[in-house]
């Protein structure tokens, strides 16, 4: 099978050009995904070699890599399947000859969600020999965390502990991973073409990271945001807003689960602040561009980078700082920073960074990305989410979360961007029960399956469990949760508001109060959803499941926790946590 490709002599101007590019690769990454009909050969009728291409992914970008290796390897004469790395059992690893890993790392250097079954198997003790195997790996993280791209250093120097050969050299991407990534993926396929004779087509362009509709991190949609509502009461300690964004012309399609990526502009007045710092004017030109534009939108400003926090701390002689900073304990460097912005750091330091310095000490403002709270089925022409608004006020300045407080306050059209995530799904079968657990903005991609099971006519059973502070000023989608429950659409809903009584009450509450049916709704074939907080939230829901299938599965501890790791196994049990 022959890739196409675009002849740069083709009258495209650069966005038709990167369009055409995903939409390419993405023809071609749906061939590599799917189940061959028959052997796979060459032209010339020969075999052609296997070549697995494993991923773990929490957000999508991991999987798409996936795909677009996929692709770029089988117009090089491979027969290349992608697979999650859960989906692959350690007998089965034995067996393969040459496999690409990619992953991402989650939080502070955890595996994803989707990985960490199968790391659990390859760094246990009775993990089998890998001579046979030839690998690399590309490693995905952001070095803002701690941890950076440690699930793909785990992978890559366990898989060498079992005796399997690293034939391409591991890549650490950070945020900005495009590039180095399409590197590696060309010269992973370049390696693999010579160690296994494939034959495929000279010249095939690198596989296109883009999204199939063409707008991308990297070439984003502006929409327009015409709907901004309040969802909270006025007396609850949190904002919470519904905003929707129309997508009008962009060919932005999207599937319930999928989360939506929006790039902020920083608060003028925290640019302000910075300029005033310096003692300079935000229309100030630096390299070529006013500091306004610099510090509005090109940079983070907000979250002290660490090399800015390195520099300060070499050259500001202050001793709680370095302190901090020296002591190597995390929790104490979190703490010490809780609350603090960049401008905070720069104030410590006084005036110990020329201008110039501390604009090449920053990283690039990201993006932020959002559970999308709608189905396509039932508002294709438009996006909805549901955001947490962040404000509070430290050292006698109003602050608040960079891209909340810009979509609450400031936003008339914003850049955003399609982030699917594939393993966050509705079932596949209609027939089949769901349990939802969402508690405050958890429940925005579960208002998305509610819908889009109402869309389709799915029969199965829907049960949702939700909860927050307060009842009164914190139950959002209150009337919308209510039409579907007397309807019959959602057959349980269970809440849980943890300030309304003397005794708090939560959501892994709620499911042990009703344990019995939890575990026979399972039994019944069951997908068991979580979105929320990570931290706290997603733990104490997943520690209530093992202990609810122990007590009403009848089982100890080791077969519960089997019972759990195989509902994950089937994709019956997935979250969407952050």
């Known amino acids: 099978m022959k890739i196409a ?48 291409i494993l991923y773990g992914s929490q957000t999508g970008n991991a999987e798409g890599l996936a795909a677009d290796t996929a692709a770029a390897a089988t117009a090089q004469g491979f ?22 890993v990619i992953t991402s790392t989650y939080g ?9 079954l199968f790391w659990e198997a390859l760094s246990s003790e009775t993990a089998p020999r890998l001579e046979g195997l030839a690998y690399g790996v ?15 250093k785990l992978i890559d120097t366990r898989l060498e502990q079992l005796g399997a050969h ?4 591991r890549t650490d991407c950070d945020i900005d991973y495009e590039t180095p990534a399409a590197e590696w993926v060309r010269g992973a396929v370049a390696t693999l073409v010579t160690l296994a004779g494939a034959g495929g087509t000279p010249g095939t362009p690198p596989p296109s990271t883009l999204a199939r509709s063409g707008w991308t991190r990297k070439n984003p949609y502006v929409a327009q945001l015409p709907v901004n509502r309040m969802l909270s009461g006025p007396r609850s300690g949190k904002e919470i807003r519904h905003v929707e964004f129309a997508l009008a012309d962009s060919g932005i399609g999207y599937e319930a689960g999928d989360a939506l990526a929006v790039f902020p502009e920083n608060n003028p007045e925290l640019v302000a602040a910075i ?9 100030t030109v630096v390299d070529g561009e006013p500091l306004s534009v610099l510090l509005g939108g090109r940079y983070e400003i907000s979250t002290p980078a660490k090399d800015l926090l390195s520099e300060v701390e070499s050259r500001a002689e202050n001793e709680e700082l ?32 020329a201008l110039e310095e501390f604009i090449g000490l920053l990283k690039p403002l990201q993006h932020r990305a959002y559970s999308i709270s709608s189905s396509s089925l039932a508002h294709p022409e438009r996006i909805h989410l549901t955001v947490a608004g962040v404000r509070y006020q430290h050292a006698g300045r109003d602050r608040g979360g960079v891209c909340s407080t810009y979509l609450a306050d400031r936003c008339g059209d914003a850049r955003i961007f399609l982030q699917p995530n594939k393993s966050f799904r509705v079932p596949s079968s209609d027939d089949a029960p769901m349990i939802m657990v969402g508690p405050g903005t958890g429940i925005a991609p579960f208002r998305a399956f509610l819908q889009e099971r109402e869309q389709r006519g799915a029969g199965g059973r829907n049960w949702l469990f939700f909860g927050d502070q307060h009842r009164e000023h914190d139950y959002i989608y209150a009337e919308e949760l209510t039409a579907w ?33 939890l575990f026979a709704w399972l039994e019944e074939g069951g997908h068991f959803y979580v979105c929320g907080d990570a931290t706290r939230m997603a733990k104490d829901v997943d520690r209530a499941l093992h202990e609810i299938v122990g007590e009403h599965g009848g089982f100890d501890a080791e077969t519960a926790a089997d019972y759990v790791n195989t509902l994950k196994r089937e994709k019956r049990y997935v979250r969407d946590v952050y």
């Open 5 to 52: 490709y675009i002849p740069e002599d083709a009258p495209f101007n650069e966005d038709q050009r990167a369009w055409l590019a995903g939409f390419l690769a993405g023809l071609h990454s749906r061939l590599a995904m799917a189940p061959a009909a028959a052997p796979a050969s060459t032209e010339t009728g020969a075999p052609r070699p296997s070549l697995r």
């Open 79 to 100: 027969d290349a399947r992608v697979s999650g790395l859960d989906d692959i059992k350690l007998d089965e690893l034995v067996g393969f000859k040459y496999v690409l």
């Open 108 to 116: 502070e250097g955890e595996m994803p969600d989707n990985a960490e």
């Open 138 to 152: 590309l490693a995905l993280g952001d070095t803002g965390y701690d941890g950076y791209c440690q699930a793909g």
């Open 166 to 169: 690293r034939v391409v050299g």
């Open 275 to 283: 300029a005033d710092h310096f003692r300079v004017s935000p229309d």
């Open 322 to 353: 370095s302190h901090v900073l020296r002591g190597g304990v995390k929790d104490v460097l979190d703490r010490w920073l809780y609350g603090k912005d960049i401008l905070d750091i720069l104030r410590i330091g006084g005036d110990v960074l």
């Open 485 to 517: 429950h007397g309807s019959g659409l959602l057959d349980r809903l269970d809440l849980a508001f943890s300030r309304d009584q003397a005794d708090k009450i939560y959501v892994q509450s709620r499911m042990r109060e009703h344990g019995a049916d």
